[in-house]
């Protein structure tokens, strides 16, 4: 290794491998498994049968805000030793919840399943995979920055140029496989039953008294629900391409990382720390790169406003229909009425959903970089 290649690959220097972050797969872990060993078995068979269990009421009928010492002590000494918190995440539900129906068969949609299910039935299991797909669109664009982080160190500004178009195509993608939602997931079913089991104990005015971890601490603890702010992906994209978000959204933001794999959260803080594309664009006032920046701008600001309108329908329309048909008795109403109408304009992660998404879009348009330098 000569001087130069020395000094490049100094603590500024972000390697995918160092982060348990694939090439191929991006965060998703790669053949997650499906099955424990014998002596977690009784833990395997509530696991694979709890859609039964919870619609015939017989999992547990009533809480009381307290998870038994039985179930709370290994979930909360697991959860330590993976560094999540005892609750369930973003990449528990997505990231590592995936199986191919064939095993030589092809990443498509139709040859995927989900390890674990929760009520919801087809919609739940679209939900999550169409979820993972976007994840996976996003690997080219996380690749994009281990490249880019080397090559402003370098001065290389070609291999920078490629690297911001790839990221550009790679938000682009993320945001075909979100539309993909409409097709396998259902806005009522989304509304009145999976959002239930998705959202925590924190921020949550539907369970304003926590849930208390029986022999593990004394009082109710509050977490966040799983929640698409717990991916690491756009926060990635975020903190290389330095968009700074308002002070409220930027500590939830943060502090949706403490539900991330403790390595996923080191590689965001490494961006941070590193070089500033950003940066080194406005000073050496290159026209390309800044139209290759402002196109990653424009493709992360689409994406964004289609996350916006994937809300709407799910959420802002779906909790109108639901308050509109609460005297009518069909089953469509009676299906909407499940969900607690304290959690209507509520994300899953506990945040005042639509404001926070229209926040976060309008911060990412404000580091355009201006065509007159």
Known sequence: MNTEEGETRGTNYISLDEFNISKEWGFVLPNPLSDLPKMYQPWMEIANNLTHLIEHHQLRCEVNNVLPKSLAVPYCEVSKILGLPPIL???????????????????????????????GGDSIKGFFLVTLKVELAAVQGIKAISIATEAILRHDDDSIKNALHD???????????????DEYVDPETFYGIIRLFLSGW?????????LLYEGVWDKPQFFSGGSAAQSSTLQSFDEFLRIRHEEKNAEFLYRMRDYMPPSHKAFLQAIASGPSVREHIMLNRNPALRELYNDCIAALVDLRNYHITVVTRYITITAAKAKAEKAKQNSSALLLQKAPAALAERGTGGSGIMCLLKSVRDATKKVMIDNIW
């Open 89 to 119: 995440v973003h990449a528990d539900c997505v990231l590592t919840n995936w199986k191919k129906k064939d095993a030589n068969g092809t990443m498509e949609l139709r040859n995927l399943d989900i390890i674990f299910k929760l009520p």
């Open 167 to 181: 990221m550009a195509e790679s938000i682009r993608k993320m945001n075909q496989s979100l539309k993909k939602m």
């Open 202 to 210: 924190k921020d949550n005015p539907a369970f304003p008294e926590g």
